[in-house]
T-cell receptor, first 114, second 113 residues
């Protein structure tokens, strides 16, 4: 069966510090991968998605970037964090190339910027 | 106007009640509909998905889609305290669009003993 792992679960960082959040998927090949941010009362906002290694689409302009160095690895990064980057970050995957493609989520990273 | 509207709640019901959770949407291109359950401090968990109008049943859960009214519902029968969570609806166009989902903001449900 497929599993998705995100770490760390919780992170507290000072303003201006760098960020690296990692997500890996097991049990499937060539998945679509997604990064979301969830803010209270605002639902899930899609930040980035990837259909393959090195292929990244950005949904909103922001202080963050994403990379996919391996087929089942997705990384969310920032060079200098802002207070507004605080939130709950979720990684998700879906099967590539099939008609019914529900997304499956990891348990997220709660990021607090001080 | 948001593409997907969902009452945030909180919705509080007694154990054993039938719960109705709803979303409305404005984009008629949405053809694929999902319901997720999210416990506190966890990621959303897929409950049900459908791409046709009508009802789909899975155990105590029934998903209903009315495309003519742009309205979807999730019914929970015999609700349990373990059903207490936030329920998110999500939808997307059927083809293309990069499999991008549009989510409602979620309805918080509390089932009380």
């Amino acid at each position: 069966s497929q599993t998705i792992h995100q770490w760390p679960a919780t992170l507290v960082q000072p303003v201006g510090s760098p960020l690296s959040l990692e997500c890996t998927v097991e049990g499937t090949s060539n998945p679509n991968l997604y990064w979301y941010r969830q803010a209270a009362g605002r639902g899930l906002q899609l930040l980035f998605y990837s259909v393959g290694i090195g292929q990244i689409s950005s949904e909103v302009p922001q202080n963050l970037s994403a990379s996919r160095p391996q087929d089942r690895q997705f990384i969310l990064s920032s060079k200098k964090l802002l207070l507004s980057d605080s939130g709950f970050y979720l990684c998700a995957w879906s099967v590539l190339g099939t008609r019914n493609q529900p997304q499956h989520f990891g348990d997220g990273t709660r990021l607090s910027i001080l | 106007q948001k593409e997907v509207e969902q009452d945030p709640g909180p919705l509080s019901v007694p154990e054993g009640a039938i719960v109705s959770l709803n979303c409305t949407y404005s984009n008629s291109a949405f053809q694929y509909f999902m319901w997720y359950r999210q416990y506190s401090r966890k990621g959303p968990e897929l409950l049900m998905y459908t791409y046709s109008s009508g009802n789909k049943e899975d155990g105590r859960f029934t998903a209903q889609v009315d495309k003519s009214s742009k309205y979807i519902s999730l019914f929970i029968r015999d609700s349990q305290p373990s059903d207490s969570a936030t329920y998110l609806c999500a939808m997307r166009i059927l083809t293309g669009g990069g499999n991008k989902l549009t989510f409602g903001t979620g309805t918080q449900l509390k089932v009380e003993l």
